[in-house]
């Protein structure tokens, strides 16, 4: 299946491989904008260095969380309007039903009792494949005005990478502009990994058994790692 030992495969079906690239973003420019503005070293009046003054440019889990991610960012402007149950708008020039869908609210949000009104689900059109788990989880350090839902993905076999987005009761506007940063993505893996971006158009039928029953999760599951 893969021809070295570490890889992400990423397929795309509809977005330009040359486009895609601009929008999976490796250490050091996932990195969020205000960064390079954070100091490195403070001074007191008789400039002398402060060494117990730290920021997070001296934080482990901050540095290592970069260098083993990517950061996924929108390749379109996505803009969507609330209003009571009726929801309209367009991502790039298109209609927003070519690239989103109403997560059902009966499969979780409808038992949640939160302050979440229900859930959209953003489909890019690409695949990933790896023999190593991926992690998605939100750009928190990014800053952005919306949430996006972790999850774990298991994708020996190629799979759609899907960004879901809860949207809060009240909420009557969601604006993304283009290369806003929708998740993080991370590796269950200490090993160097390749990213590979193919024009190969994914088949479904090429997995029949992993899309032609009612659910896939005896599949997909992990062992426990915690007992």
């Known amino acids: 299946m893969f021809k070295r030992k570490n890889e992400l495969v990423i397929k795309t079906n509809e977005i330009p491989v040359d486009i895609l690239k601009q929008h999976l973003l490796l250490f050091p420019y996932n990195m969020p904008k205000y960064f390079k503005d954070i100091p490195s070293t403070f001074m007191d009046d008789m400039r002398r260095r402060i060494r117990s003054k730290k920021t997070v440019r001296s934080c482990s889990g901050f540095i290592n969380l970069f260098k083993r991610c990517i950061v996924f960012t929108s390749p379109y402007d996505i803009e969507l309007f609330f209003e009571h ?5 367009s991502v790039g020039g298109h209609d ?6 109403h997560h059902a609210d009966w499969q979780f949000i409808d038992y949640a009792k939160s302050d979440y009104a229900y859930i959209l689900k953003f489909c890019p059109y690409f695949n990933v494949q790896s023999n190593t788990t991926l992690f998605v989880t939100n750009p928190w350090w990014h800053m952005n005005k919306f949430e996006v839902i972790p999850g774990l993905i298991n994708c020996k076999e190629p799979l759609d990478l899907n960004i879901f987005i809860p949207i809060k009761k009240g909420q009557n506007h969601l604006f993304i502009p283009q290369h806003t940063p929708l998740c993080y993505i991370s590796f269950e893996t200490e090993r160097q990994l390749d990213l590979i971006f193919s024009n190969k158009k994914y088949k479904y039928s090429d997995y029949q058994g992993l899309f032609y029953r009612f659910t896939n999760l005896k599949d997909k599951l992990l062992k426990n790692i915690i007992k």
């Open 85 to 89: 149950d009726e929801i309209r708008g």
């Open 96 to 101: 927003w039903k070519k690239y989103f869908n």
